[in-house]
């Protein structure tokens, strides 16, 4: 059995269905398909779910999507007639969707349409069966997958039947549609790869799998042939885009192979994502880069001598929103990196004169423009040269380094450097160590 998840570029137009079929054609054991929401058709096109999602903001403004959600149908009947199906029926399942929006179901239940109307033309142009997931995969407020979820996949799914299946939502607890995060179609992938205990989850995208740095920064970059769930998981958390790091999950445990290829070069062997891997000289696996981070720095004299300090810290961070990513600690500091979306300025402010005055800190700051670049690789700390190289490489290229996390993971190395000089960092360190 194989399962395969097919992106949004891979569904986008009827040429890239077309393709779709023939990769599950020329494999019987292909027998579950989940799919996205169609994606860009060029570089300046605009994605089904980005046009939901404003659907939902008109709503919550007081007006009507019907306009606007005139162009979400349109993408789906010209697939129909570009694929030569009938329209007609499609009409109504189209209609009720935009009455659904209007009538104010929100914003999950709106981004959620773009995959159950991918799956359901995709479903009939196969003749495979439909099967949503909204009452199956049972989503915790968390964000985490439900035990629950695959009792209800197991019942569901029957022996020797095909299915098409709608990627990115589920349902919470109390029944309503509930969204993974964007790109969280892997997720459903792996959670069916899960429950139908397969052999292999293929996940069809537009690149020939991994690499092992952003091909758009270095025009020679390699795909990874090779890696283990911990280097895609920590390579993702640092950048990359390839692979959601939250579809590791529902796979690790069964240590079911995940295989990314690409729907345009189908013949290409793509990356293979298995559980552990030798070193054979290739320590590392890849180098990433993720801005958007803020710094909070904390100092007082003797500040761990308070039992529990940290945790009461962090609880008030949480207070006002801020989850901390990453942590440095020095004798009387913390040291905490969060993504700068998480907080205005005014509530930063608000939360900085709080917190200096409940635990009666030295200090406290917030400075912006932060950036963490991830060498990852299940041999970084076998490399005893890897920290000079790197080092090196950054300061012979001018690059400040504001921290560096060596130990913390046996599988990844963290440098911090200024959101203006990630780019340039992950050349450096790609040609130095790579």
Partial sequence: MIVCKFGGSSVADAKQIQKVKSIVDAQVQRQIVIVSAPGKRSKDDEKVTDMLYACNALVQQG??????????????????VDLGMDQKSFLPVLEEVRQMIDAGHG????????????????????????????????????????????ENLKKALHKGKKYIVPG???CNTEGKVKTFSRGGSDITG??????????????????SGVFSVDPRLVEDAKVIKTMTY?????LAGVGAGVFHEEAIAPVIASRIPINVKNTNAPMDAGTMIVTDRPVNG??????SAKKGYSRLTLRKLMLFKGTGIRHALLTMLHIFGVRPAFSLFGVDSIVWFFETSQASESV????????????????????????VVGIVGVG?????????????????????????????????????????????????LYHALF
């Fill in 282 to 287: 290739q320590p590392l696996a890849g180098v």
């Fill in 230 to 234: 911990r280097e895609v998981r920590e």
């Fill in 190 to 207: 792996a959670i069916m790869a899960r429950a139908c205990d397969a052999d292999i989850y293929e996940n069809w995208t537009d690149v």
């Fill in 380 to 428: 970084v700390l076998q490399e005893p040269d890897l920290i000079a190289k790197s080092t090196s490489a950054l300061a012979k290229d001018g690059i400040k380094l504001n921290f560096f996390n060596y130990g913390s993971s046996d599988t990844s190395i963290l440098l911090g450097v200024d959101a203006e000089q990630a780019q340039d960092a992950v050349k450096s």
């Fill in 168 to 170: 990115f939502y589920g």
């Fill in 63 to 80: 007006q009507s999507c019907r306009e606007l959600f005139k162009k979400v149908a349109q993408r789906y009947t010209n697939i129909l």
């Fill in 348 to 371: 930063l402010n608000a939360m900085c004169v709080r917190i200096k005055s409940e635990f009666s800190l030295d200090s406290i700051e917030v400075d912006h423009g932060h950036a």
């Fill in 107 to 150: 914003a999950e239940y709106a981004a959620s349409r773009g995959e159950y109307l991918s799956a359901r033309l995709v479903a009939a142009y196969f003749g495979w069966n439909f099967l949503d997931t909204d009452p199956l995969i049972v989503i915790k407020d968390d964000g985490t997958v439900h035990d629950q979820t695959y």
